[in-house]
Nanobody, 115 residues
Framework: QVHLVESGGGLVQPGESLRLSCVSS????????MGWYRQAPGKERELVAE???????KYAASVKGRFTISRGNAKNTINLQMNSLKPEDTAVYYC?????????WGQGTQVTVSS
């Protein structure tokens, strides 16, 4: 069982920035992929950004150019730098990671963009 813990959410105004972090309890085996998903009220959960073991990244069209996913300094950690935030970015953001033992999810962190 791998535990993922997100941090960094909060309330910001449109145009501002936030940085999310995700720490995993897995310190031995590398992930096959780790990423961020989000779910807004009344909507389905959607992929925001992910990074694969080889370093390839993938972004949702709605965040490309504004958000950047990166690996953290510690093993199996990732960050999401979110710039130029918009009200439509408001959602609960979940960290997800895939290892040979399965796919795991964090509890989520709320991001609210409002003036």
């Amino acid at each position: 069982q791998v535990h993922l813990v997100e941090s960094g959410g909060g309330l910001v105004q449109p145009g501002e920035s936030l940085r999310l972090s995700c720490v995993s309890s897995e310190t031995t085996f590398d992930f096959s992929r780790m990423g961020w998903y989000r779910q807004a009220p009344g909507k389905e959960r959607e992929l925001v950004a992910e990074v694969r073991a080889g370093g390839d990244t993938k972004y949702a069209a709605s965040v490309k150019g504004r958000f950047t996913i990166s690996r953290g300094n510690a093993k199996n950690t990732i960050n999401l730098q979110m710039n130029s935030l918009k009200p439509e970015d408001t959602a609960v953001y979940y960290c997800s990671g895939g290892w040979s033992t399965g796919v795991y999810w964090g509890q989520g962190t709320q991001v609210t963009v409002s003036s």
